[in-house]
T-cell receptor, first 113, second 113 residues
């Protein structure tokens, strides 16, 4: 089955620790995205990548880092510099080009203890 | 700066009624307006989308109305059902260059029997 997988579904971390969220897609999509979802704030773009080995900051990139070494993988690292990391994180992918639907993964809920 | 303003944030509708969610945008370069549906604990999924060359698009019980001069668009859910209870996001994107999608803050819809 084609789709996007995110792991883990729930993640707990202590303050001061870095944590990496996994995102894998087998849709052969060129573009991948990371969003953060907080109640009452919609979906905010953290990072995006249109091709392998290239990525750009979104609207709220501070405290986050990404890599895009393979077309199917786009991991997100939440660093200790992110002041309010507790949130629901969503990964998405799409075919590069106009008017293309973004396909979302099931999300990872990160809680900082 | 909220480029896509969505209202209301929450909506309660009786079964069989019409659910209406409104969005307004500021950037006249936006030329693609999708709506996403999200169930609790899941990632959003594309529901219906419209381009500004048409004023209305209907798919089953879901209709998008688009007013280009007012820079507004809305989602109408006819004969609302309890299974429609979800969070709905309007969004907008610009086909020129990178296809960044700007999301509204979301509307939590509850359809009561």
């Amino acid at each position: 089955d084609g789709g996007i997988t995110q792991s883990p579904k729930y993640l707990f971390r202590k303050e001061g620790q870095n944590v990496t969220l996994s995102c894998e897609q087998n849709l052969n999509h060129d573009a991948m995205y990371w969003y953060r979802q907080d109640p009452g704030q919609g979906l905010r773009l953290i990072y995006y990548s249109q091709i392998v080995n290239d990525f750009q900051k979104g609207d709220i990139a501070e405290g986050y880092s990404v890599s895009r070494e393979k077309k199917e993988s786009f991991p997100l690292t939440v660093t200790s510099a992110q002041k309010n990391p507790t949130a629901f994180y969503l990964c998405a992918s799409s075919i590069s080009g106009v008017y293309n639907e973004q396909f979302f993964g099931p999300g990872t809920r990160l809680t900082v203890l | 700066q909220q480029q896509v303003k969505q209202s209301p944030q929450s909506l309660i509708v009786q079964k069989g009624g019409i659910s209406i969610i409104n969005c307004a945008y500021e950037n006249t370069a936006f030329d693609y307006f999708p709506w996403y549906q999200q169930f609790p604990g899941k990632g959003p999924a594309l529901l219906i989308a419209i381009r500004p060359d048409v004023s209305e698009k209907k798919e089953g019980r879901f209709t998008i109305s688009f007013n280009k001069s007012a820079k507004q668009f809305s989602l109408h859910i006819m004969d609302s059902q309890p299974g429609d209870s979800a969070t709905y996001f309007c969004a907008a994107s610009n086909s020129g260059g990178y296809q960044k999608v700007t999301f509204g803050i979301g509307t939590k819809l509850q359809v009561i029997p």
